[in-house]
């Protein structure tokens, strides 16, 4: 796995402790770390695809695009910058998006 969407050691600590715990289920692990990759993801998939758009509008000198997926950009960076918890039949785990 890339190294960029590797699971944060944090939450791989916090999943493992979820599943030694005698209440656990195999599926409610399994769902959390779907989660987390699925989060990681599409996070860092919408970053990097607004970063070629940035980038291609300042290449082609077009400011109203630029503004516009630079606000975009923002947004999404506003949005993960305190991470998001994600739960699973009462377990949850925080992720941390930090750069």
């Not at 969407?5 to 999943?15: E, M, S």
């Not at 994600?86 to 941390?96: A, M, N, R, T, W």
Request: glycine share 2%.
């Amino acid at each position: 796995m890339d190294k960029q969407y590797a699971l944060d050691k944090k939450v791989i600590k916090q999943l493992k402790l979820i599943s030694t715990l005698q209440s656990r289920s195999q599926r409610t692990v399994h769902s959390l770390y779907a989660q987390a990759i699925l989060e990681y993801s599409m996070y860092h998939y919408k970053k990097e695809q607004l970063e070629a758009a940035i980038d291609q509008s300042l290449a082609e000198r077009d400011e109203d695009s630029f503004q516009r997926f630079s606000k975009e950009y923002k947004e999404l960076l506003a949005a993960h910058v305190e991470g998001k918890t994600i739960s699973e039949d009462g377990f949850q785990v925080y992720l941390p998006f930090e750069e």
